[in-house]
């Protein structure tokens, strides 16, 4: 997926299934009593509103973020941010690599932006298939 934040172009790729599986472990339970709001930046994404999106879910997710250890930060950044790359004279060079950020013009807000849009592409119909409510418990016999 490409995409333009401030004027400067990015392309994503997808997480491969093991490092959706690690992200998403790191993400659930973060991300429990979010699904209803990722479902609709998804609809906003497909209806090219990305700037919408963003706006929409970036200060739940850094609130939720701020609860997690360094660890999991990183657990969940680095495999992200692997798969994004900027266009950058006549090519494309990836943002991160091996924990270190190539470009120093990205500020917080980008790279949360960069994250939020590879787990929105990479994990988003896993994230479909979550409950929006909780189960309603069945009564007792």
Not at 2 to 28: C, D, M, N, P, W
Not at 46 to 55: F, R, W
Not at 74 to 103: N, T, Y
Request: one cysteine or more; aromatic letters at 6%; charged letters at 25%.
């Amino acid at each position: 997926m490409e995409f333009e934040i401030k004027g400067v172009k990015y392309r994503t790729a997808k997480l491969s299934v093991f490092e959706q599986l690690k992200v998403s472990r790191k993400l659930l339970p973060v991300l429990a009593g979010m699904v209803s709001d990722f479902r609709s930046v998804q609809e906003k994404i497909s209806s090219k509103d990305t700037e919408g999106a963003m706006a929409t879910i970036l200060p739940k997710i850094a609130n939720a973020v701020s609860d997690l250890s360094d660890g999991d930060v990183d657990a969940i950044l680095f495999p992200c941010l692997s798969v994004v790359s900027r266009e950058h004279m006549k090519g494309w060079v990836p943002v991160c690599q091996h924990g270190e950020m190539a470009f120093d013009d990205i500020d917080l807000l980008t790279m949360l932006q960069l994250v939020a849009r590879v787990v929105a592409d990479s994990l988003g119909n896993f994230l479909q298939g979550l409950p929006t409510s909780e189960m309603p418990t069945p009564p007792a016999e």
